[in-house]
């Protein structure tokens, strides 16, 4: 059985850090593209950054660059995903997913085979 377990959402101020942690069982943690994608109320579901299974290639969305960081820690099964510079418009649900699609292909969530429950993250102004 797949789980991915999301953590480390919450309230925060504009301005403020925030890391969310992502924790993967019942797969194959190393042979697994990440992604983490968010939904805010309305809209769809964007990707917001992906890391390929070495972690050598990293991919974000144009929103996030310079202000988020993603990475992996294969021994512990688990994903990373480094927030600065919060703005409000990051307010969203923050889903940690897993697919076996190479990196290099696994830019949309109808890539992606696994998905977490869901972490909020809410930014004030």
């Known amino acids: 059985q797949v789980q991915l377990v999301e953590s480390g959402g919450g309230l925060v101020q504009a301005g403020d850090s925030l890391r969310l942690s992502c924790a993967a069982s019942g797969i194959t943690f190393t042979t697994y593209t990440m992604g983490w994608f968010r939904q805010a109320p309305g809209k769809e579901r964007e990707i917001v950054s992906r890391?390929?299974?070495?972690?050598?290639?990293?991919f974000f969305g144009d929103s996030v660059k310079g202000r988020f960081t993603i990475s992996r820690d294969n021994a512990k099964n688990t994903v990373y995903l480094q927030m600065g510079s919060l703005k409000p418009e990051d307010t969203a649900v923050y889903y940690c997913a897993a697919t076996s699609v190479p990196a290099v292909l696994a830019d949309t969530h109808r890539h992606y085979n696994y998905w977490g429950q869901g972490t909020q993250v809410t930014v004030s102004s």
């Open positions: 890391i390929s299974s070495n972690g050598g290639s990293q």
